[in-house]
């Protein structure tokens, strides 16, 4: 399976721009709540901050961004955005969000350097998170067609800056975090995993879309009708996906071959240069394998992060972060605020570590 990578952009409205933070190489993008509104809960604004500073940048202000995605080359950051007109009729009450569907959004670039931002759809449609391409080259994203959670798999290409309709007719499941809005896309090359209602009674299952010559190809691999984690991992250099079950139990789908592997250990989640500390997935929360091979338990869920020297990681507990630095204990980060998701540095999950 051949894999994929990035670059591009432009600058446009609606964000607020710092001209310093270009030069905090170690600063870390967060993403806080800022808008009490029920509707907002998974919206806020974007801010780069390291450790030490005295406040944090602001780099939006509409608090209308949501899921921050960085590219796997760590040069940019792709997120989703309600357009402000939209935010202004919501706050005017003249809009209603619905709790059990995508919202109105557009998909848009921030440089990681510049912070110069480009605008990638050019109209609000009912869309989920975005995921890069291994090699960030692309964007993909899922569409709803206006049916009951039906629609289409979208590709977005940066160099040529158009979009390509990877799968049709597509009945999504709800994302496996909580969210009843985002369609579960969890990754791809040439191929892009995804939960799908299915049959009779609409059962979950893992399913792969593969491009090929005679169009899109869908293999149904296995049954799930709920995974804590389905991630891709890297194996030996060869893409595979790794899913988690119920009871903590890790299996590789081999996609050519549509086998299950069991693995003695789970994947770690690392840093895409292989060095400094590592994050080992436990029923509870997270491990960190510390460089020196000392084991600091976070006895939580929550999304966790490595800085880009691999001594400091940042762990949300809900909607807390908490820093853990090498040889330190874990301590409160900007305690008063809320915040929805945090990017530090480009990282991969790897098999067999």
């Keep these: 399976m051949r894999w994929l990578r990035f670059g591009v952009l432009l600058l446009v409205l609606g964000f607020g721009i710092s001209p310093t933070w270009a030069q905090e190489e170690q600063a870390m993008i967060l993403l806080r709540r800022e808008n009490p509104a029920p509707w907002a809960s998974r919206y806020g604004n974007l801010y780069a901050y390291r450790v030490g500073d005295a406040a944090p940048t602001p780099l939006t202000t509409l608090a209308n961004v949501t899921a921050p995605a960085l590219s796997p080359d760590g040069s940019t950051i792709a997120f989703a955005a309600i357009e402000e007109a939209t935010v202004e009729e919501a706050a005017a009450g003249d809009y209603t969000f619905s709790p059990d569907y995508a919202d109105p959004m557009d998909m848009w670039l921030m440089d990681v350097d510049t912070h110069e931002f480009t605008r990638v759809t050019q109209a609000a449609a009912n869309r989920s998170n975005p995921v890069w391409s291994p090699d960030s080259s692309k964007l993909a994203w899922f569409t709803w067609d206006g049916s009951v959670n039906g629609g289409k798999l979208v590709i977005y290409e940066l160099s040529t800056q158009k979009e390509m309709i990877f799968a049709k007719g597509l009945t999504m499941n709800a994302n496996d975090i909580g969210e009843f809005t985002l369609a579960n896309l969890v990754g791809w090359g040439e191929t892009i995993a995804h939960t799908v209602k299915q049959g009779e009674g609409e059962r979950a299952v893992l399913a792969l879309e593969t491009v090929g010559e005679a169009g899109t190809f869908q293999q149904v691999i296995a049954d799930t009708d709920y995974l804590p984690r389905v991630v891709w991992a890297n194996d030996g250099g060869e893409w595979v996906i790794a899913r988690q079950d119920m009871d903590d139990h890790w299996q590789v789908v081999e996609a050519e071959t549509q086998t299950l592997r069991d693995l003695e250990t789970p994947p770690l989640l690392q840093l895409t240069t ?56 874990m301590e409160p980060l900007l305690p008063d605020w809320e915040i929805i998701s945090v990017i530090w540095s480009p990282m991969e999950w790897v098999v067999g570590e």
């Design 274 to 329: 292989g060095t400094g500390a590592k994050l080992k997935p436990v029923s509870t929360g997270w491990e960190i394998v510390a460089a020196d091979g000392d084991v600091v338990s976070i006895p939580y869920e929550g999304e966790a992060d490595i800085a880009p020297d691999g001594n400091a990681v940042v762990h949300l507990r809900e909607r807390k972060a908490f820093l853990w630095q090498d040889g330190q204990a």
